[in-house]
């Protein structure tokens, strides 16, 4: 479920700690500068990019999955975070359970049944949110972070990055969502830290949110017409008015709105007997419109991560 995690540790979070003289030991340095008057060292260490000044640690814009595990295509678990804590905390002998944690990437990877451009289709608008349609994925943007779905074999392939074998020449659909801001809000913690990302409660917290901004997305048209039960343009035409029932709530409301439409005399005894009679013989065909098999799997799919991580 986590992927990049970013740190930071501060002079007031640890005690006989030189930074300048002791971290750069443990990282590759690319370079230094002045900030402030005071000397910044940055460098990199397994994909994340560390900068050290006398006042902290930063340890950001990486993914702690692949420091920990080699790659970012899998997800750590509550127990895999803690390890991948231990092993940071072991290469730059710094104590990061102790440090803030400034940003969380909660995500996972679907195999599903359909390119991965059809699911973007049917996801719509969500609410506080910008959606934006990226050229490789959807993003929906506020404030405080992002929720991405994307395609993750081709982001693989542009990065000349190995694909494991389960993966493929499959669809798969990655679906992450970057709390990237106010995580002390979010959470409603006074700040969050390296040792509360394995704690139990915190972790179910990580879980449910990320669900929950699954189900606020509107999905759009999540049902499809059903062209197989089809035979004619009066076919299409009684369609037509099944789809209409079905936007309306379903028969018994729009019986319901033609019963009122007759009793302000917007309607005659004769021209409501008449709808009356089309939308039975609607509601009673078989053509009409199934439910879009793409939201049912990616809803089932999203269910199912909840209960295996829990």
Known sequence: MYDNIDFKIKSYDVTRIDFLKETPKHFEVTGEHNYHGSLVISGSLNGYKITVSERGVNVEDGSLCKFYLGDNFQTLNRSDVKKAIEMLSDTLHLPFEQATVSRIDAAQNFIVKHPTEVY????????????????????????KGLLIFYDKLK????????????YKDRFTLRYEQRHRARLKDTFNAERVTGAMLYDEVFYMQIIDKWQEAYKRIEKINDVNINFNAMTGKKDLYMLGLASLIFQQGGELNLLQQIKEAQQRQDLTKKQARDLRQAIKEASQCNIGMVQNDAILELNKKIDEAVKFYR
């Open 155 to 166: 982001e693989q392939k542009e990065k000349g990055q190995n694909i494991p074998k389960l």
């Open 120 to 143: 973007f289709n049917h996801l719509g608008e969500y609410i506080h949110n910008k959606r934006l349609v990226q050229p490789n994925g959807l993003y929906y943007k506020n404030h």
